[in-house]
């Protein structure tokens, strides 16, 4: 077996998420291309130095993403190849600068929500303030996360892999059980035209085959369209990409005259802020 296809499947064991499985190919098929495709278990402490040197003076990436490769090097080297080399322990992360996050005023976030065009992009930006939720927690919604008897969002496997549950904010319930609808009514018609279920997490779908079809497992924010899933080549229907609400924000903050560099997450740190 080829060692990019075992670096993929250890990754798959592990239920690491695709985002990481992307990254981490790409930074291990980097750090062999950058040493003339030299095979890992030929090279040692000195070319993982002279590989994160040349990203940090040549590349100069920012710390975040210099400790990211690394941390794909190590996942190469422990996980993949299994070996444990006592040079493994010597590399210290890169510092990253203390920055403070953005924050919008009350008074900017009200310009910003009127600056937006789509009620459906409004929706998961007020959502984002409205619960302190992360971007990728938002488009993962269910179904079945959403509790209007409660007034509760159940968010699966955020960071770090953990379960959480925030509230659901009084003023969007009516919106959001509008959403819902569309989306029982999307999912009628994908059961209609024989679409195959959702992707389901952690090997569920092996488990449970007709899961996916079910209204519980459906997307909150289902994508327009269909779209091949990387990891089993089926079409299906995935959630929105985190593209499309990136591109929003950053329209509106310019339509609404804000000077803050504002994105998604900066509603969730602007949450927190307003909470005080």
Excluded at 163 to 191: F, H
Excluded at 241 to 249: D, G, I, N, S, Y
């Amino acid at each position: 077996m080829r060692l990019m296809e075992r670096v993929r499947n250890k990754i798959r064991f592990k239920q690491y998420s695709l985002r990481t499985e992307k990254t981490y190919m790409e930074w291990i098929r980097r750090f062999i291309l950058f040493h003339n495709k030299r095979h890992p278990e030929q090279m040692g402490a000195p070319e993982v130095e002279s590989f994160l040197t040349h990203l940090a003076v040549n590349g100069k990436v920012s710390a975040s993403t210099q400790n990211l490769a690394l941390s794909a090097i190590l996942f190469l080297y422990r996980e993949v190849l299994e070996i444990e080399l006592p040079w493994m322990d010597i590399f210290s992360r890169a510092k990253k600068p203390a920055r403070l996050p953005v924050v919008l005023t009350r008074d900017e976030v009200n310009r910003l929500f009127a600056a937006v065009e789509s009620p459906y992009h409004l929706l998961m930006l007020k959502l984002l303030y409205g619960t302190g939720m992360r971007l990728m927690e938002c488009y993962s919604l269910r179904i079945k996360d959403i509790d209007f008897d409660r007034m509760e969002i159940i968010i699966r496997s955020g960071k770090g892999g953990k379960d959480r549950v925030t509230v659901l904010p009084v003023s969007l319930s009516d919106t959001m059980k509008a959403q819902v609808e569309k989306c029982r009514m999307l999912l009628q018609r994908d059961r209609a035209n024989g679409v195959p279920g959702v992707y389901l997490p952690n090997g569920l779908e092996r488990k449970y085959p007709n899961a996916g079809k079910e209204w519980a497992w459906f997307w909150v924010f289902p994508a327009k369209g269909l779209s091949t899933d990387p990891v089993t080549k089926i079409i299906r229907r995935h959630h929105q990409h985190e593209k499309a609400l990136q591109r929003a924000t950053k329209q509106a903050v310019r339509d609404s005259g804000i000077s803050k560099p504002a994105t998604p997450h900066t509603l969730r740190h602007s949450f927190a802020t307003h909470l005080l």
